[in-house]
């Protein structure tokens, strides 16, 4: 006896699909955002040391060279502003100066 599968009348998944990729619609920058793998020390004023993993390219904005921690910075930065925009966008707030971090101190290691 044939069971009855209720999905069986659902359209066939089409995999693989060719669409053309819009670069425009993520920003003129987004393009140009690599890293490249480093190996190497950055040493500090202090004099202390901290290996470095990567380099990483903005564009033209140029490049940086990044240790663990200040990559792991980064991210924790980006990930604020996602959420600050987001917020801010429920809100009905207009972005600006006011509605950023910098007013804030920043979280220094002893």
């Not at 619609?25 to 290996?51: C, N």
């Not at 490049?63 to 980064?74: C, F, G, K, P």
Request: with cysteine.
């Amino acid at each position: 006896m044939k069971r009855h599968n209720k999905f069986s009348r659902a359209k066939k998944t089409i995999h693989n699909q060719n669409k053309p990729f819009n670069r425009k619609k993520y920003g003129p920058t987004w393009d140009h955002i690599r890293y490249e793998l480093k190996k190497g020390e950055a040493i500090f004023p202090d004099g202390s040391k901290m290996p470095l993993i990567a380099t990483l390219f903005l564009g033209k904005c140029g490049h940086v060279d990044l240790t663990y921690t200040e990559m792991s910075r980064i991210i924790e930065t980006c990930q604020d502003a996602q959420h600050a925009a987001r917020v801010a966008d429920r809100l009905g707030m207009d972005p600006g100066p006011m509605n950023s971090n910098r007013n804030l101190e920043t979280r220094r290691m002893s």
